[in-house]
C-alpha cells in the first residue's frame, strides 16, 4: 500500500487548505484512514480519522469546528479540510491507513504511512 499525502502550503492565520491523501494498489474503501501531525521537537499526534465501514470519524479537540475530515472512494482518497487554521496547525502532516480498521487515534493503530506535508501557518 503507498499513500501520497499531499496540499501542504504556507497560509496565513484563518486561511484554508486542503490536503489530500492518495492510496495506490489496494481498494482504498477497505482502509480505515487517520491524519496525524508532527511538529519540530514534539510527538506525532492525532488529528483526525475516518472509518472505512461508514464514514465515521473523530477529531482531537484542538480542531473540531474547525477541520473536515472525509473520503472520496472512487478517487481513491482521503481529505481533510482545514478552516481557520492558526499558527499551532503548524506541523508536518502524515496519513495512516489500516485495512478493516476502526478509529484509530495512536500511531500503532496504523499499518501504512504517507511521507508527510508541511502545513506552515503565520500570524
Known amino acids: 500500500v503507498q499513500l501520497q499525502a499531499s496540499g501542504g502550503g504556507l497560509v496565513q492565520a484563518g486561511g484554508s487548505l486542503r490536503l489530500s491523501c492518495a492510496s495506490s494498489?489496494?481498494?482504498?474503501?477497505?482502509?480505515?484512514t487517520g491524519w496525524f501531525r508532527q511538529a519540530p521537537g514534539k510527538e506525532r499526534e492525532f488529528v483526525a480519522a475516518?472509518?472505512?465501514?461508514?464514514?465515521?470519524?473523530d477529531y482531537v479537540d484542538s480542531v473540531k469546528g474547525r477541520f473536515t475530515i472525509s473520503r472520496d472512494n472512487s478517487k481513491n482518497t482521503v481529505y481533510l479540510q482545514m478552516n481557520s487554521l492558526k499558527p499551532e496547525d503548524t506541523a508536518v502532516y502524515y496519513c495512516?491507513?489500516?485495512?478493516?480498521?476502526?478509529?484509530?487515534?495512536?500511531?500503532?493503530?496504523?499499518?501504512?504511512w504517507g511521507q508527510g506535508t508541511q502545513v506552515t501557518v503565520s500570524s
Open positions: 475516518i472509518r472505512w465501514s461508514d464514514s465515521s470519524t
Open positions: 495512516g491507513a489500516r485495512a478493516y480498521g476502526g478509529i484509530g487515534k495512536n500511531t500503532d493503530n496504523y499499518d501504512y
Open positions: 494498489g489496494v481498494t482504498f474503501r477497505r482502509y480505515s
